[in-house]
């Protein structure tokens, strides 16, 4: 059993910035898979990036492309998602996942994830 943290959440202006954690502890981190999704009220969940166990491959959604950046740090067993030009449409509770796969590869699909965090409220106001 893996128990994931997030934090960082808040209120920002539209056009700043804000960087959210997540804590991983219980099993071992190793070999997982890391993926942040996010849902607005009235919303689907929806996926916003992902990164493999050694950091080598990420995946980001449209939307947050060249705004956001996730990385990891392993020996903290901690990953972040580091969001900048934030826009009024970012607005949503925001999930860690962890994907216990062999290769530790990533994954869009939130089917694939195997333990969720309880979420961070992010809310950008215009």
């Known amino acids: 059993q893996v128990q994931l943290v997030e934090s960082g959440g808040g209120l920002v202006q539209a056009g700043g910035s804000l960087r959210l954690s997540c804590a991983a502890s219980?099993?071992?981190?190793?070999?997982?898979?890391m993926g942040w999704f996010r849902q607005a009220p009235g919303k689907e969940r929806e996926f916003v990036t992902a990164?493999?166990?050694?950091?080598?491959?990420?995946y980001y959604a449209d939307s947050v492309k060249g705004r956001f950046t996730t990385s990891r740090a392993n020996a903290k067993n901690t990953v972040y998602l580091q969001m900048n030009s934030l826009k009024p449409e970012d607005t949503a509770v925001y999930y860690c996942?962890?994907?216990?796969?062999?290769?530790?590869?990533?994954?869009?699909?939130?089917?694939?994830?195997?333990?969720w965090g309880q979420g961070t409220q992010v809310t950008v106001s215009s």
């Open positions: 996942a962890a994907r216990s796969s062999w290769n530790g590869a990533a994954s869009y699909s939130r089917l694939d994830y195997d333990y």
């Open positions: 219980g099993r071992t981190f190793s070999g997982y898979a």
């Open positions: 990164i493999s166990w050694s950091g080598g491959t990420t």
